[in-house]
């Protein structure tokens, strides 16, 4: 089945889509940027503050050391350059979650340059690679809050503080699936280098994203487009070819497009103007005062490169070296977080068999995690269980369809497969007595299928053995009850 139509889709042959992405990132910190307020989510309103988030007069902003370490290495995961020397500026503007009037950001001296961002591979096997022009570090402004009081907003500040990282991308991507690959990549970049939680739903991952138009050929970037207010990646895809549709269509008309900041209205797919689109000039940015430049020692910097974690590309790699039986498909999806990678690789030690681990996670796994809600790392199944399982069924004690049967049970009770299996007398059962007397009451209650299989329609074979399994809660031995039909049968 194709994918629905976008409304960029009649757009594509005379206009070229030009995507990049700001991404703001909170840091995993425990304590503000500038201050030790709590940067715990979901606190009351306004109850993480003091005079330094709230900039009352007189109040000093002290840098948090470990908000720097974080920043610096979601730069160096991206394969930035740090900066030995950056510099903090007030970016002055008014909003009214903003209580100082100015956030404190970085401007022409940011903390890191020069990144990419894998997102894919060409038909002859090189990388794509979006170029990451920038990493700077900033504090989050509060929340407008608009749905608690009826005809009034209302101001949240405990956001106000909270560390962040923007990361810059350059103008490199062509199209609304790319972007989103990009932003896939990215989050579990910053996943894996243990740097955020990365949750859109909490705020801790938030984009713009900046979209023009040109004429395919035209060397020359089209007036750009930021759209705000994109608060999962599927919106964001909506959203870029809901714009470039609008803008397509207004230069095909002759008319001009102009520099806006517009808002995402996810309900009724379209954008709106929320205002002119402020240049770098608008903000009237200058150092900020009451901080001194950032200077980070040469060595200092080189660990911080040297101590980064296993990232995903590398992860992919390594299973793709000592997993030769796992197809692409497989590593992408088991390396797409650092939780279910965990989780297989623990299953695939303790059964001794990486196919049959990757198996189970990619099948029964996700499958129960999607229907019940849980993540992986709190699942009731614990990895060395599940190994454990596999294990069984390889030993032959139990057959496929009990171990199904068995893992259901683990689900809903946490307990470990051998007891189940001694519990609810699931071992396999092989003794041909047993297994003819399950047989003669199958055939006994499918009287028409067990005539028409013995009359020759094979097909029916499966389907019997099916029954057979069944009424043994799938401690018959599969194999040999096939054997005994074929016999029965005369096939």
Known sequence: MSAPASPADRWREKYEMVVGL????????????????????????????????????????????????????????????????????????????????YQISQFDKPLALDGCIRVGTRDDGTPIEIGVHRVHMEEDAGKSVHDRFAGYSAVDLNRTGVPLVEIVSEPEMRSARQAEAYLVALKQILEYADVSDVNMEEGSLRVDANVSARKHGDGKLGTKTEIKNLNSFSAVVRALDVEFARQC???????????????????NGEVRPARSKEGSHDYRYFPEPDLPPLVLDADWIARIARDLPELPEARRERYRASHVGLSAYDIDVLTSSVALGDYFEQVARRSGDPKAAANWVLGEVLATLKNTGQSIDRFSVRPADLGDLLVLVRDGTISNSAAKQIFATMVAT????????????????????????????????????????????????????????KKSKGSADPKRVNQLLAERSGT
């Open 249 to 267: 269509a207004v230069l095909d008309s002759g008319g001009v497009i102009e520099q806006q900041t517009m808002l995402w209205d996810d309900r």
């Open 414 to 469: 946490g307990d470990p497969p051998g007891r189940i299996v001694d519990r609810e007398g699931l071992r396999k059962v092989t003794d041909d007595a047993a297994l003819i007397a399950w047989i003669d009451e199958v055939v006994a209650e499918h009287p028409d299928e067990a005539a028409r299989l013995f009359g020759g329609e094979k097909r029916l074979q499966g389907v019997l053995v099916g029954h057979v399994m």
């Open 22 to 101: 700001e991404v703001h990132v909170h840091l995993k910190t425990k304590t503000k940027i500038f201050c030790a307020c709590s940067t715990d989510f979901g606190a009351p309103p306004n109850a993480n503050t003091c005079p330094v988030c709230l900039g009352l007069p007189g109040a000093l902003p002290v840098l948090n050391a470990h908000a720097v370490e974080l920043a610096a290495r979601a730069a160096a995961a991206i394969g930035c350059t740090i900066q030995p020397r950056s510099v903090f500026a007030r970016k002055n503007y008014f909003y009214p979650d903003l209580p100082k009037g």
